[in-house]
């Protein structure tokens, strides 16, 4: 997914229904017990996504970015976040 997330952009989040993450920003990385429902989503673009899962599962999600070399050295862009998820078989 790509939301115009990275840099820890503030109008780009992810929360999960029911719980409080450590950061809601669309490109954080962690992982989530026990998630039916997940919101993604930019503020500034007036989007928000929401996904129920059929089971109750295990959420990893986190950053996919690219490195390149520049005449200033090094640079790190976002390209957009993963979100897994694994049935864990409880409700």
Request: glycine letters at 14%.
């Given at each position: ?9 503030p ?20 992982e ?24 109750t ?18 640079e ?11 049935a864990?078989?409880?409700?």
């Amino acid at each position: 997914m790509n939301l115009l997330g990275g840099g820890g952009n503030p109008q780009a989040y992810c929360t999960v229904e029911g719980q409080q993450l450590p950061s809601h920003s669309f490109d954080s990385t962690g992982e989530v017990l026990n998630v039916d429902k997940i919101h993604i989503g930019n503020s500034w673009l007036e989007q928000d996504m929401g996904f129920a899962l059929s089971e109750t599962a295990t959420l990893w999600h986190f950053s996919i970015d690219t490195v390149t070399g520049s005449e200033a050295g090094f640079e790190r862009t976002h390209q957009g976040s993963n979100f897994t998820s694994m049935a864990t078989g409880t409700r």
